[in-house]
């Protein structure tokens, strides 16, 4: 689609909100990067001032109270300027309150504010996880051993599934380890949310967000006395009915908090929750070990990988991709086909072939299966990492490989996990950098002293089994201990707060 101008927009529509809703979400197809509107994947031209342009539509959109035709995960995964981003999670949080308010639910009562364990509470906290991704999902990937590895002495657990049983071994894990899962796929919100409510639910955890099968009009109805965010959504929900977002201190940095509607609450370690420990042992094993010739890989050329979805990507990354590409000779940039319609764009953008970047260079391969994926990552030498929105699961997978990566945080969340990542391996601080010419000389410091590269390899492979974040029984005492807080501070009739969990029980018990 040509560039187009708010002025003649505005003209054309004859002030029309509505015709400026569809013209948006027309021109996003053209630049998001998924199923249907992959032709359109990494077309660049004028983006910079196409984004201002929506963004000024958005703000009018949101001015003349009309729900923004840029859904909240999109805020969040383009670079759309964080407060805005933020009042269109508002503007959807307030459109599930209305669907909320159409069921004429009256109030719903809570379990008495006593602490768990003390004289008249209940012998366990009652905690319910709901999703939409209870089966063969990243999700459940991440989150499979979590439900059943909760403390049933101190927690009792509740999961509900949002979507029918898909047969998958993850749903079926998922299932059998958890000590209540409720398929509610078939019944209405508010039934839903009667059902949590009669269940006398101390702390409801939402795990999608606005993603997609989420059904948050049943958050909206507050069938529960604390109401959580977490996993699903790398934002905030903008929703004055959740209380609390599960992240961590490099994740949602407090001097960030302006940006995010709930109270932080900070793990001591990375927020991002991971099963490699207990489901992904076999991928370390060095009998089934891949080649590069499996995929069309030079053996002599240094590899540089990322293996983020296409639409992660801008110009002024793919730009330092192509000056490191120039900087260090006998290299190569291997990405995901994913999906393919983007590969011919990346191959001709035009700073690509101003720079003289060899279409040899640049090397694509198709998705694969999770464990061939994490297996083949290790052909690589160095991860580059998207800053507009990072690697997640995908960095999980090349760090559990032993791969380093060299990753810029920003503002946003969903710009800053991978440092998380990094940090949680306990060698973070050799792959976090500040700026894009930090990016670009750190990248091809390490790919020019293969020494140093190797030795920072080793530690991550030495660490994946000590290190915090691969230790998910860890991370679930970690995530016990902020629910125990979250049900005392209720108790103690103090209002939602930010804090920070320490792994120190004198500091968060769980019976006062």
Known sequence: MDRFDLLAIQAAYNGSIVGLVKLVQGWLKGILCNGKMGKSVCDWEDRENKFVEVEGILRRQIKLSVIPSVQPFIAIAYPIDTMLALEISRKYAAHCSVIASRYSLPPFNYPAPFPVKGERGNVRLRVRYVSGDFGNHPLSHLMGSVFGMHNGDNVEVFCYALSPNDGTEWRLRIQSEAEHFIDVSSKS???IAKMINEDKIQILVNLNGYTKGARNEIFAMQPASIQISYMGFPGTTGASYIHYLVTDEFVSPLRFSHIYSVKLVHLPHCYFVNDYKQKN???LDPNCLLKRSDYGLPEDKFIFACFNQLYKMDPDIFTTWCNILMRVPNSALWLLRFPAAGEMRLRTFRYATQQVVLSDQIIFTDVAMKTEHIRRSALADLFLDTPSCNAHTTGTDVLWAGLPMVTLPLEK???RVAGSLCLATGAGEEMIVSSLKEYEDKAVSLALNRPKLQDLSDKLK??????????????????ERAYFKMWNLYCSGQQPQPFKVTENDQEFPFDS
């Open 413 to 415: 969340m969903a710009t």
């Open 189 to 191: 919100s508010d039934m």
């Open 281 to 283: 042992l076999d991928v």
């Open 462 to 479: 030495a660490a994946r089994m000590t290190c915090p974040l691969f230790d998910t029984a860890r991370w679930v005492r970690d995530l």
